[in-house]
């Protein structure tokens, strides 16, 4: 059966399905021993549901990481090119540089001609940086969850972070890794 290989196959499901059969055992509280012949029964067939419970997630697991294998080819070549900007590889085109909100819909032309000239003006004002400088690190600090996590003195080293990419593993090694 697929599933029994995917679980002894990965270590960390293996150990997870470990941790949760010993969750249900608990410490020995002589709870499960005290109880009668028949209870003892249904408590391991409880164990046993478990276990299949397990091995149904591991197999979802497993389907949910060809999934993410599948669109990490699709969006590949948009993180491609993300990171040729950040990096001033490539200089995008006046199209794409166009990011249209919902209030701009509002504003008249007259007004977008005024604050486009102002913006050219001032562009012009100011040395041409590569790329966006401090892409990585000013991301870090405005997502929540990893806001928290960065130290003052990681500040200098992420500034100068120029990537970050997932790897997706081929079927039967570890899931997933993260490299700059």
Not at 36 to 64: S, T
Not at 94 to 103: F, G, I, L
Not at 150 to 173: N, R, T, Y
Request: proline residues 5%.
């Amino acid at each position: 059966d697929r599933g029994y290989e995917f679980v002894d196959k990965n270590p960390q499901i293996l150990a997870a399905l470990q941790e949760r059969l010993d969750g249900l055992v608990g410490t020995p509280t002589g709870y499960i021993e005290s109880l009668p012949k028949v209870v003892k029964r249904r408590v391991n067939a409880l164990k046993n549901l478990q276990v299949k419970c397990a091995q149904i997630e591991a197999k979802f697991y497993e389907e949910v990481h060809e999934l993410e294998r599948k669109y990490a080819t699709l969006y590949q070549p948009l993180f491609d090119k993300r990171s040729e900007i950040i990096n001033a590889v490539y200089e995008p085109t006046e199209e794409e540089c166009e990011w249209k909100t919902d209030t701009e819909e509002e504003i008249s032309e007259e007004m977008k001609e005024k604050a486009k000239l102002e913006e050219e003006k001032k562009d012009q004002e100011k040395d041409d940086p590569k790329g966006i400088p401090e892409f990585w690190l000013t991301v870090f600090k405005n997502v929540d969850l990893l806001s928290d996590m960065i130290q003052e003195h990681d500040e200098p080293i992420l500034k100068h972070l120029k990537d970050i990419k997932v790897k997706f593993s081929e079927a039967g090694e570890p899931m997933v890794s993260l490299y700059c």
